[in-house]
Nanobody
Framework: QVQLVESGGGLVLAGGSLRLSCAASGRTLRSVTMGWFRQAPGKEREFVAVDSWPNGTTYYADSVKGRFTISRDNAKNTVYLQMNNLKPEDTAMYSC?????????????????????WGQGTQVTVSS
């Protein structure tokens, strides 16, 4: 079982940048799919980005494509989400999640239901 701890959230002006980190303990992230999801108040949790195992295929939500980048550092057992050109609509609680799913098609790895380990989340607030 892996424990996930997010950090790096905060308050930023529109157009600014943040880098979120998701540090894992308990097992290596080398052989799992790692995703970022977000949930704004009153809204459902939505997919943001994923770095899928085994070949590192990445997928992004259309709303963040070209602005956000997911990456992982296996030596540090950490996954990152670089967020540039932030918009007020990006305001949400961001959570990372791990999945041992063996299929890495977009329809599978973008679904929260295939993730069995979640972090507690880090708040991102973008002001206009």
């Amino acid at each position: 079982q892996v424990q996930l701890v997010e950090s790096g959230g905060g308050l930023v002006l529109a157009g600014g940048s943040l880098r979120l980190s998701c540090a894992a303990s308990g097992r290596t992230l080398r052989s799992v799919t790692m995703g970022w999801f977000r949930q704004a108040p009153g809204k459902e949790r939505e997919f943001v980005a994923v770095d899928s195992w085994p070949n590192g295929t990445t997928y992004y939500a259309d709303s963040v494509k070209g602005r956000f980048t997911i990456s992982r550092d296996n030596a540090k057992n950490t996954v990152y989400l670089q967020m540039n050109n932030l918009k007020p609509e990006d305001t949400a609680m961001y959570s990372c999640a791990a999945s041992k799913v063996l299929v890495n098609t977009r329809v599978v790895v973008t679904s929260p239901s295939v993730y069995d380990q979640w972090g507690q989340g880090t708040q991102v607030t973008v002001s206009s």
